[in-house]
């Protein structure tokens, strides 16, 4: 790509980008309840107003990303949805487990009840990058307190206890190292320590590298796959469990781990993380038919369980975006920059609705679209525009440093 093209490029992001903030401030926040709706149709119609934590989460901790640090976005409007948001989560998100411990729910009713709750972190996960994040913007001590002290929780339940997630062992239950819980945690400790001194980076420095240690586990078959679970001492687990490859998820893996690499100055772990988070899963999971990148694949080419398997959906294609321009942007390397290119190319020309605005999440293989909501249960206002904010971001780097 040349520098023109690159200019293009960014231009495309950046309109794609405001096209994307515009359509959820219209459409997602609830003035009446607060929170926002995430159940919405291909033209902003809502369809099911019940309101998933994780993505409140996520589109609280996005809208404040923006505000914070893109002055475009410096919005009355967007610091509004950001505390409305903010102010929902902190009142119905957190419910009392069996064990007196604080537990997220999955999922509540529009005005708040408490309606599922799922044995899993990541309600967690993006209750604590909302307080944290939302921390920053308003200055409120208590808020980023509360993250913290949620995150102290997280780390006792999948380092010490996962009791307190309500997951009895059962006698065939066989542990597992998944790889979205040490990615997961990576992310946050990259979040929690941005900014905030030596004191901060060094109280969760040992659980960042634990997280690594937990990530390097998952590159298997003498480092020609990446596996989505292994066995907690690193080795390969029977079944289809264990032959499980997410293209998407090892991308994303990928980029969290050149973070890691470039504020740590460890160079061997950012070359793995190009060698064999970023270019490999490329290499496997590109569809060389159709374009895109498959949803999930068995390392052994069975066909995997997962019935949507050989779909396209948008955020493996957004990691892969900032995976590949992040991984340019480090080392120059112009076969980097063509993969991004095919990418980008795919991506730009298969998931946005240049009709109604925001992007389809699920095609067929063939790349037509199969679901044409907006949002759901799993698509909210995070994947999309944090791609987009983090491209525009590395491009304005690459074009400012040309040479």
Same mark, same amino acid.
């Given at each position: ?72 976005f410096h919005k009355p409007e ?79 339940? !999948?380092? #010490? +206890?996962? *009791?307190? &997630?309500?997951?009895? /062992?059962?006698?065939?239950?066989? $542990?597992?190292?998944? %790889? ?49 679970? !292994?066995? #907690? +001492?690193? *080795?390969? &687990?029977?079944?289809? /469990?264990?032959?499980?490859?997410? $293209?998407?998820?090892? %991308? ?19 070359r793995t993380a190009i060698r ?13 038919e159709h374009g895109g990148l ?110």
């Open positions: 790509m040349s520098v023109v093209t690159l200019e293009k490029c960014r231009e495309d992001i950046r309109k794609q980008l405001d096209n994307v903030v515009d359509f959820w401030l219209k459409y997602s926040l609830d003035r009446v309840h607060g929170g926002f709706f995430t159940c919405i149709g291909k033209d902003g119609k809502i369809y099911d107003e019940l309101k998933y934590v994780w993505l409140q989460g996520r589109q609280v901790w996005m809208y404040c990303r923006l505000y914070r640090t893109m002055d475009r967007i610091l509004e949805a950001a505390t409305v948001g903010g102010a929902f989560l902190r009142k119905f998100a957190r419910v009392s487990s069996s064990s007196g411990q604080w537990k997220c729910a999955f999922c509540l009713t529009r005005d708040g009840k408490a309606l599922k709750v799922q044995r899993t972190i990541f309600s967690e996960c993006f209750y604590i990058m909302a307080m944290d994040e939302l921390s920053r913007l308003t200055g409120d001590k208590d808020m980023q307190l509360e993250a913290e002290q949620m995150m102290e929780q997280l780390i006792y339940w !999948v380092q #010490v +206890d996962p *009791s307190g &997630l309500g997951r009895p /062992q059962l006698p065939g239950e066989v $542990p597992i190292n998944s %790889l979205s819980v040490p990615m997961m945690l990576m992310c946050l400790v990259q979040q929690l320590t941005e900014g905030r001194g030596q004191e901060v980076a060094q109280k969760y420095k040992e659980l960042g590298n634990w997280c690594v240690e937990q990530i390097l586990q998952h590159i298997q078959r003498a480092g020609t796959a990446i596996l989505e679970n !292994v066995s #907690v +001492d690193g *080795s390969e &687990l029977p079944g289809c /469990q264990g032959r499980l490859q997410n $293209p998407g998820h090892a %991308l994303e893996a990928g980029w969290f781990l050149m973070l890691y690499g470039a504020q740590s100055g460890d160079k061997e772990i950012h064999n988070f970023v270019e490999l899963p490329y290499q496997y999971g590109w569809d060389k498959f949803y999930f694949l068995d390392v052994d080419g069975h066909c995997p369980t997962q019935l949507e398997w050989s779909m396209k959906l948008w955020w493996p294609h957004c990691e892969a975006l900032i995976a590949f321009l992040m991984a340019y942007s480090h080392t120059r390397k112009p076969e980097l920059l063509e993969i991004f290119s095919e990418v980008y190319q795919y991506t730009f020309s298969h998931f946005p609705d240049a009709e109604n605005g925001e992007w389809f999440g699920y095609l067929t293989q063939e790349g037509k679209v199969a679901l044409d909501f907006k949002g759901g249960p799993f698509k909210g206002f995070f994947h999309v525009p944090r791609c987009l904010y983090m491209c525009e971001r590395i491009l304005d780097d690459l074009l400012e440093n040309k040479d």
